[in-house]
């Protein structure tokens, strides 16, 4: 039971470039999310998912996209990185069963974009 | 708006301390609220997670109390040692969605 994970822990970027971040879980989790944080903050929702198939918008969802084709996989692209996409990016995944919603975080993914 | 806020943004304790952290937060319709600690360079781990019929949870050392009404989360520190130094982050759910707060980062003296 390896719990969140996510590909890859660290990327460097140019401007433009495009690269598409992986988060699994193996808990059969409904609820999916990508946050990011950037130094001296919290994390902040940037996508999030409700099952499999449905995506939806968080505080700053702008230059990313998202899918989850499959029930166990949450994909965050960036299309056009740009430099202030610079910051940690962290998975989670949830479930409404018994009314928890306890989140649980993957090790995070490190991007530097130049 | 759901907004969290946590004081205070630093603090430097010497070993041995009980101390508290505070969470507030705007919107008093919420799930749950969960404290993380975060390590340097590291991801987040679940401390305590307390549910909205809940005025408190205890983990060793550790106790968070909610009070809802007033928008606010405290977690206590029992007995504090030098590997409680770490960024504290409190997380308000709100329709199934996390709110964080920027955070507490403690440092233990010896």
């Known amino acids: 039971n390896a719990g969140v994970t996510q590909t890859p822990k660290f990327r460097v970027l140019k401007t433009g470039q495009s690269m598409t971040l992986l988060c699994a879980q193996d808990?059969?989790?409904?609820?999916m999310y990508w946050y990011r944080q950037d130094p001296g903050m919290g994390l902040r929702l940037i996508h999030y998912?409700?099952?499999?198939?449905?995506?939806a918008k968080g505080e700053v969802p702008d230059g990313y996209n998202v899918s989850r084709l499959k029930k166990q996989n949450f994909l965050l692209g960036l299309e056009s990185a740009a430099p202030s996409q610079t910051s940690v990016y962290f998975c989670?995944?949830?479930?409404?069963?018994?009314?928890?919603?306890?989140?649980?975080f993957g090790p995070g993914t490190r991007l530097t974009v130049t | 708006k759901q907004e969290v806020t946590q004081i205070p943004a630093a603090l430097s304790v010497p070993e041995g301390e009980n101390l508290v952290l505070n969470c507030s937060f705007t919107?008093?319709?919420?799930?749950?609220l969960q404290w993380f600690r975060q390590d340097p360079g590291k991801g987040l781990t679940s401390l305590l997670l307390?549910?909205?019929?809940?005025r408190e949870q205890t983990s060793g050392r550790l106790n968070a109390s909610l009070d809802k009404s007033s928008g606010r989360s405290t977690l206590y520190i029992a007995a504090s040692q030098p590997g409680d130094s770490a960024t504290y982050l409190c997380?308000?759910?709100?329709?199934?969605?996390?709110?964080f707060g920027s955070g507490t980062r403690l440092l233990v003296r010896p």
């Open positions: 997380a308000v759910n709100s329709s199934y969605k996390l709110i």
């Open positions: 989670a995944s949830s479930s409404a069963s018994g009314g928890s919603y306890e989140q649980y």
């Open positions: 919107d008093s319709a919420i799930y749950n």
């Open positions: 808990m059969n989790h409904e609820y």
């Open positions: 998912s409700v099952g499999e198939g449905t995506t």
């Open positions: 307390i549910q909205s019929s809940q």
